[in-house]
């Protein structure tokens, strides 16, 4: 029962890393006075699940001894589905967080 509890860790721990890292480049493109954030805030912390599928590819090559085309395509259709369920956790966290800091620095601003 240790491994869920661990699990849970994880994931927490990458969802703040994302959370984070989408708060930061937000704040930075609104520096820069470019206001579209809204997909770039999704697409940069959604890029994890990009590394991941690009990353089975290395994994396929070099720890896996596959063989036949039907194996490889049932394990490439999964990490693609598994890819994009990543992208998609990992990049609504990122806007989340983005939305909600948008959300609270204009809302702090005082108009006078």
């Known amino acids: 029962y ?3 509890g661990f699990l849970t860790l994880v994931l927490l721990i990458l969802l703040v890393t994302c ?3 989408s708060i930061v480049l937000c704040y930075f493109q609104l520096c820069n006075e470019d206001y579209g954030w809204w997909w770039r805030s999704f697409l940069n ?3 994890a ?3 991941l599928f690009a990353y089975s590819f290395v994994y396929f090559g070099t720890q896996l001894d596959v ?3 039907v194996p490889t395509m049932v ?3 999964y990490m ?3 890819s994009l369920y990543f992208f998609l956790v990992t990049g609504t ?3 989340i967080a983005a939305y909600t800091f948008v959300w609270l620095i204009y809302g702090a601003v005082k108009v006078d």
Do not use: N, P, Q, T
């Open 67 to 69: 063989i036949g085309a």
């Open 2 to 4: 240790y491994v869920f």
């Open 19 to 21: 959370a984070e890292i």
């Open 93 to 95: 966290a990122g806007f």
């Open 75 to 77: 394990y490439f259709v």
């Open 49 to 51: 699940g990009l590394y």
């Open 80 to 82: 693609a589905v598994a």
């Open 45 to 47: 912390s959604g890029a």
